[in-house]
């Protein structure tokens, strides 16, 4: 069955990176997008980008433009998620999702990013 | 970008009762490209419905979606104990993709 396993949970300090790893099982990797989605505390859902695995191209909505870097290992079917310059309101779950014609079929379990001094 | 507002915010129902959930858009949705999702405590939210109205695999049919444009619906036509969770519908039709704010089934 298709599964996304996301790596642990994170603190890091204001002004630090995080990169979120997302291996992948189940399926070909290359078939499908990967999007990445946040929930901060109390906050509804927000779509960061997505990637293509199969060439690397990626697009990402204004708001990360210059923050967010999205990557690919197709060798180990996993996708990475890098957020630099992290501020306190950068504190959420960060989750990988499939998408399978535009919507969003598997979701990883989450991971847990805290952003505190 | 569209912003999707869910209401009511909190529905208290009894197993066996009727749910009907909204999501309306601020701007209509492209090729009714809407999906519900289910979000559980500690668990990632699953997929129920895709393109407003067609349930995802493994879905059961109590567990069905309508409307287009900019009105749409979730119905659970008779609560399971399993279905008490907080309830996401996100539009994929236009950039950014945005979701709405979650409507929570309660038991009453």
């Known amino acids: 069955q298709v599964q996304l396993v996301q790596s642990g949970s994170e603190v890091k300090k204001p002004g630090a990176s995080v990169k979120v790893s997302c291996k992948t099982s189940?399926?070909?990797?290359?078939?499908?997008?990967i999007h990445w989605v946040r929930q901060a505390p109390g906050q509804r859902h927000e779509w960061m980008g997505w990637?293509?695995?199969?060439?690397?191209?990626?697009n990402y909505p204004r708001k990360f433009q210059g923050r967010v870097t999205m990557t690919r290992d197709t060798s180990t079917s996993t996708a990475y998620m890098e957020l630099s310059s992290l501020r306190s309101d950068d504190t959420a779950v960060y989750y990988c999702?499939?998408?399978?014609?535009?919507?969003?079929?598997?979701w990883g379990q989450g991971a847990l990013v805290t952003v505190s001094s | 970008e569209i912003v999707l507002t869910q209401s009511p915010g909190t529905l208290s129902l009894s197993p066996g009762e009727r749910a009907t959930l909204s999501c309306r858009a601020s701007?209509?949705?492209?090729?009714?490209?809407l999906a519900w999702y289910q979000e559980k405590p500690g668990q990632a939210p699953r997929l129920l419905i895709y393109?407003?109205?067609f349930r995802a695999t493994g879905i059961p049919d109590r567990f069905s979606g309508s409307g287009s444009g900019t009105d749409f619906t979730l119905t659970i036509s008779r609560l399971e104990p399993e279905d008490f969770a907080v309830y996401y519908c996100?539009?994929?039709?236009?950039?950014?993709?945005?979701f709405g704010g979650g409507t929570k089934v309660e038991i009453k």
């Open positions: 999702v499939r998408d399978i014609r535009d919507y969003f079929d598997s």
């Open positions: 996100q539009q994929y039709g236009s950039s950014p993709l945005t």
């Open positions: 189940g399926y070909s990797f290359t078939d499908s997008f």
């Open positions: 990637i293509n695995p199969n060439n690397g191209r990626t």
């Open positions: 701007q209509s949705v492209s090729s009714s490209s």
């Open positions: 393109g407003a109205s």
